[in-house]
């Protein structure tokens, strides 16, 4: 089969997130958080198996399996619920049974370097303690699944008799066979129950070793050489391959992926659920149960319970990767949705976003603008691109719950003559001496510059400016009764922040605002802006 037919078949879907993905260093979920992770997986993304725990790992963790086959039960879904086990004369299915569980993932060493070097057996002993085991499982009512622990390693070893054909072939008569079927119910679909003892073999790349050609050819391996088993493939992220040695595994035969939510796991993590079910989708037409449009959903829910952070770029679900930023994009989908693919972000319950910065263009400021019902004349939409661009210029990136503060910021003193202009100004700070300012303003036609020491960066500057009013000009010069720094609702925090000033002059109360990412300077525009508004009432005032 070439890379590029579509697949047009079904694949399983277990997703390993509160087993494999809960080794990732530093993440422990509670047993209420795991219990909701959950139902999530199964009930809101509808995935077919979810793989909940490792047992006899601790009392919260049985707890915690406890919570979820009570639930599973009373739901119908015990069947795709699933426990690591361990090949331990039944202590493992002591734990399943305590706990509820009737699916065990029994893990056994899946290369000669992990049974003679960890193990300390030869193959013969290993597969008798399999066996053992997992008759002991059939007795109890328990399906199980068999993990080839480091199988990626075994299929490399360059040995006459392949270590892996040798465990599989002394175990052929407990492994379940059937033919590739199609879209099978969600009821039912963990094939628990079976006469023959184990439903799957599961195939891990443990250490994360393949490429995509390695797994193509090891799968085609396994499938030719035991046509109708049921293979899982586990990929780990350690070469950032996981997503296409999965791919490559399902092109092999694979029936089964293992996924998990934001490609959380040991050391790199596993392939992420959400980036596989794209492509599996819409490069390859398979067919899964997942619903794509809970997949941000639930990747924030366990973003909140993991403490692990989705970056801004991770596809799908990162917080960056529906937003355009350049204008000539945003021009194009205007037009024509140019710039636009087959990840629509209404697929997973997202929106399209245009950022708003030194890049954009009039293009994503009118994008956003439709959005919330707003427009500029051209003058108008000059003056807000203009102010956009110096904001861009700060790094800063504005959303669009900015720009309406923008836009009051920018146009509501637009009608006031500007006769009074900061020209350049000067503050700074050191260790043990009050902050000083230097500022030079143009009132009319005449530049005036004056310095002054202060309590902070901001007093100092408003003591240079009285004293160019008072000293040099002789003028009165408003009282300052008020002063608030706000975050605009809805922005970024790390964007904008707006300050409020309160005057007292010639016994009337003015109030002024300014927006910029930097603090100082916001107080700083405000304040320019009310000496231009009572700059007027000097040429009636006499002193």
Known sequence: MALQEPLNRYIEIMDTTLRDGEQTSGVSFMPHEKLMICRALLEDLRVDRVEVASARVSDG????????TRWAAG???LDRVEVLGFVDDGKSLDWLERAGARTMNLLCKGSRRHCEGQLGKTLEEHVADIRRNVEMAAKRGIAVNLYLEDWSGGMQEKTQDSYVFQLLDSLQDLIATSQIHSTPSLQGSAGGGSETPISRIMLPDTLGILNPLDTLDYMRQMVERYPGVHFDFHAHNDYDLAVSNVLAAVFGGARGLHTAINGLGERAGNAPLASVQAILKDHFNALTHVNEVELNKVAHMVESYSGIAIPPNKPITGSAVFTQVAGVHADGDKKQGLYQNALKPERFGRRR???????????NILMNLKELGLDLSDEDMKKVTDRIIELGDKKELVTQEDLPYIIRDVLKHSDTDDRVSLLSYMVSTAYGLRPMAQVRLQIDDHIYEESAQGDGQYD????????????RLGRKFPWLSNYAVTIPPGGRTDALVQTTIEWIFEEKTYRTHALDADQTEAAIKATIKLLNMIEPMYNTLTY
């Not at 963790?61 to 919570?67: K, P, S």
């Not at 976003?353 to 293009?363: H, R, T």
């Open 460 to 471: 100092a500057f408003v003591r240079a400016v009285r004293h160019i009013y008072r000293d």
């Open 75 to 77: 739901k119908d879904l």
């Open 61 to 68: 963790e049985l707890e915690a399996v406890q919570r979820i």
């Open 353 to 363: 976003e245009y950022a708003l910065g030194k890049s954009s263009g009039k293009a």
